[in-house]
T-cell receptor, first 118, second 113 residues
Framework: GAGVSQSPSNKVTEKGKDVELRCDPI?????LYWYRQSLGQGLEFLIY????????KSGLPSDRFSAERTGGSVSTLTIQRTQQEDSAVYLC????????????????FGPGTRLTVL | LAKTTQPISMDSYEGQEVNITCSHN???????ITWYQQFPSQGPRFIIQ???TKVTNEVASLFIPADRKSSTLSLPRVSLSDTAVYYC??????????????FGAGTRLAVHP
C-alpha cells in the first residue's frame, strides 16, 4: 500500500515569504507527526496530531509556524515570513495509534520536504 | 526533559557485529525504546522496539538492562548497506501527561569493505 507522502519534495523560497508543506499520512493512521531536521543534525520534534483532537503546538519553534490537520487525514505545516534558519528538511510521519505521544507506536516517515530559504 | 546520549559515529567492517548504545536516564515508566535507521535523503525507518530485557527480529537485537536507563542496538554481521544514521527514541518525562517524542542525536555508522 501507499506510504506517507509529502509535497513538494523541494522548496526554494525567498526570505520573508510564506510556505506551505503538505503531508498525506497512511490511510487509517490516526496519529501524525511533524519533525525538522537541519543539515547533519538529528530530528527535532515539532508537533503531533491524534485523531481529531486539538494538537499540542508547544514544540513549534516560533509563532511563525502553524499546522493543521483537516478531517483527521491530510496535514499542512505553514511557515510565515520565512527566515534563513528555517532551512531544513521537514519530515512527516504517521502511526496507527499514538499512546499519549509515547514511542510505543511505530512511526512511518515520508521522504521529507527540503526547504531552502534564500 | 528526557535526554539521550549516543556515540556520534562508529566504524566497522563487513561481517562484524556492531553494538550501538543509547543512554536515557529519565525514561518514563510506560515508555518503550525504539530504534530507527536513516539513509541519506530518506526519512527514518523503524528497526526494532522493546521495553525491557531482550528483543530480536530479523535485522537486529535490542538489549535493555533492568534499570532501563540505557539500551544497546546490536546489528549482526553488518554489510555495506547498513551504513546509515541510527537513532534511539524514547518518550519525554514532561509534565501534563503529554510525552514529547525525542530522538537521540544519532550515531553515524560507516561500514567498510
Amino acid at each position: 500500500g501507499a506510504g506517507v507522502s509529502q509535497s513538494p519534495s523541494n522548496k526554494v523560497t525567498e526570505k520573508g515569504k510564506d510556505v506551505e508543506l503538505r503531508c498525506d499520512p497512511i490511510s487509517g493512521h490516526t496519529a501524525l507527526y511533524w519533525y525538522r531536521q537541519s543539515l547533519g543534525q538529528g530530528l527535532e520534534f515539532l508537533i503531533y496530531f491524534q485523531g481529531n483532537s486539538a494538537p499540542d503546538k508547544s514544540g513549534l519553534p516560533s509563532d511563525r509556524f502553524s499546522a493543521e490537520r483537516t478531517g483527521g487525514s491530510v496535514s499542512t505545516l505553514t511557515i510565515q515570513r520565512t527566515q534563513q534558519e528555517d532551512s531544513a528538511v521537514y519530515l512527516c510521519a504517521s502511526s496507527l495509534e499514538a499512546t499519549s505521544g509515547t514511542s510505543t507506536d511505530t512511526q512511518y516517515f515520508g521522504p521529507g520536504t527540503r526547504l531552502t530559504v534564500l | 526533559l528526557a535526554k539521550t546520549t549516543q556515540p556520534i559515529s562508529m566504524d566497522s567492517y563487513e561481517g562484524q557485529e556492531v553494538n550501538i548504545t543509547c543512554s536515557h536516564n529519565n525514561i518514563a515508566t510506560n515508555d518503550y525504546i525504539t530504534w530507527y535507521q536513516q539513509f541519506p535523503s530518506q526519512g527514518p525507518r523503524f528497526i526494532i522496539q522493546g521495553y525491557k530485557t531482550k528483543v530480536t527480529n530479523e535485522v537486529a537485537s535490542l538489549f535493555i538492562p533492568a534499570d532501563r536507563k540505557s539500551s544497546t542496538l546490536s546489528l549482526p554481521r553488518v554489510s555495506l548497506s547498513d551504513t546509515a544514521v541510527y537513532y534511539c527514541l524514547v518518550g519525554d518525562t514532561g509534565s501534563g501527561g503529554y510525552n514529547k517524542l525525542i530522538f537521540g542525536a544519532g550515531t553515524r555508522l560507516a561500514v567498510h569493505p
